[in-house]
């Protein structure tokens, strides 16, 4: 199956931004998405111009939540987030693992060719949708291939 293909940019930044909250809307936060059995959620708050704080998070890149500024890789492949998480079981060009940052379980779905991942965090009934990204080939390309071997060579089941 291929990826879905890019939204690119057009130039007009409000209604690209409109587009991308439709698109945010119908295949992420109301498609019923679902990892390892369990319901996939977004963060609502706080919301910012009116939409979600998790579209802000995926469309957006920084350090500190109010200096993020959009990243056109990000925006671009919005339509790639749910079809990580829905190949991500069975697609030999997708890989997943757990890991832990700041105590708490994250899962990485990762389509390494591509350099995308989504960050999932573990609930006790669903995941939170935390972020997705274009991953950088240099330092964070190793740094995940190493946690995700080191993954599943212990991982149980």
Same mark, same amino acid.
């Given at each position: 199956?291929?990826?879905?293909?890019?939204? @690119?940019?057009?130039?007009?930044?409000?209604?690209?931004?409109?587009?991308? /909250?439709? !698109?945010?809307? #119908? +295949?992420?936060?109301?498609?019923?998405?679902?990892?390892?059995?369990?319901?996939?959620?977004?963060?609502?708050?706080?919301?910012?111009?009116?939409?979600?704080?998790?579209?802000?998070?995926?469309?957006?890149?920084?350090?500190?939540?109010?200096?993020?500024? @959009?990243?056109?890789?990000?925006?671009?492949?919005?339509?790639?987030?749910? /079809?990580? !998480?829905?190949? #991500? +079981?069975?697609?030999?060009?997708?890989?997943?693992?757990?890991?832990?940052?700041?105590?708490?379980?994250?899962?990485?779905?990762?389509?390494?060719?591509?350099?995308?991942?989504?960050?999932?965090?573990?609930?006790?009934?669903?995941?939170?949708?935390?972020?997705?990204?274009?991953?950088?080939?240099?330092?964070?390309?190793?740094?995940?291939?190493?946690?995700?071997?080191?993954?599943?060579?212990?991982?149980?089941?």
């Amino acid at each position: 199956m291929a990826l879905p293909e890019l939204f @690119p940019f057009k130039g007009e930044w409000l209604s690209y931004e409109d587009d991308l /909250y439709q !698109i945010y809307l #119908a +295949e992420i936060v109301n498609a019923e998405l679902r990892f390892k059995g369990l319901p996939i959620s977004c963060q609502y708050r706080p919301a910012t111009k009116d939409k979600h704080f998790g579209f802000w998070h995926i469309i957006s890149e920084g350090e500190k939540e109010d200096d993020r500024t @959009p990243d056109l890789r990000r925006c671009e492949r919005i339509s790639w987030i749910s /079809y990580l !998480i829905t190949q #991500a +079981e069975t697609n030999s060009e997708i890989s997943w693992w757990e890991n832990k940052r700041q105590g708490k379980t994250r899962v990485v779905i990762w389509h390494e060719s591509e350099n995308f991942a989504v960050v999932l965090e573990q609930r006790k009934s669903y995941y939170l949708l935390k972020t997705a990204y274009y991953v950088d080939k240099s330092h964070r390309n190793a740094t995940f291939k190493k946690e995700r071997d080191n993954f599943w060579k212990a991982y149980k089941g």
